[in-house]
Nanobody, 126 residues
Framework: QLVESGGGSVRPGGSLSLSCAAS????????IAWFRQAPGKEREGVAI????????FYEDSVKGRFTISRDDDKNTAYLQMNSLKPEDTAVYYC?????????????????????WGQGTQVTVLS
């Protein structure tokens, strides 16, 4: 099970740091992805980090602003979000899977990912 935290409200240009904590000690064996879903829109992929963190991948609109990372000793993944914009407002979810083919693979297979969190709301005030 994954549990997201760290969401909240922030002004444009502000920062938030999201956490994705795994129960038990399984996270080290999983590739992790962050997704978001804004009201009235489809869920979209935001960032991916491979097992051991060797590969990261970002959706174009967040490149240079968001950073995905992981600390397997803490069984936790993170999404550092800087220079936030109103269009970043969404519920953010983390998901995990044991298989990853590179690039945006976890985005395209999101319906089949093995583990999901319940989401955390991020609101960037306009």
């Amino acid at each position: 099970q994954l549990v997201e935290s760290g969401g909240g409200s922030v002004r444009p240009g502000g920062s938030l740091s999201l956490s994705c904590a795994a129960s038990g000690s399984f996270l080290a064996g999983y590739h992790i992805a962050w997704f978001r879903q804004a009201p009235g829109k489809e869920r979209e992929g935001v960032a991916i980090i491979s097992i051991r963190g060797g590969i990261t991948f970002y959706e174009d609109s967040v490149k240079g602003r968001f950073t995905i990372s992981r600390d397997d000793d803490k069984n936790t993944a993170y999404l550092q979000m800087n220079s936030l914009k109103p269009e970043d407002t969404a519920v953010y979810y983390c998901a995990a899977d044991t298989f990853y083919r590179g690039g945006g693979d976890l985005f395209s297979r999101q319906e089949y990912l093995e583990v999901w969190g319940q989401g955390t709301q991020v609101t960037v005030l306009s």
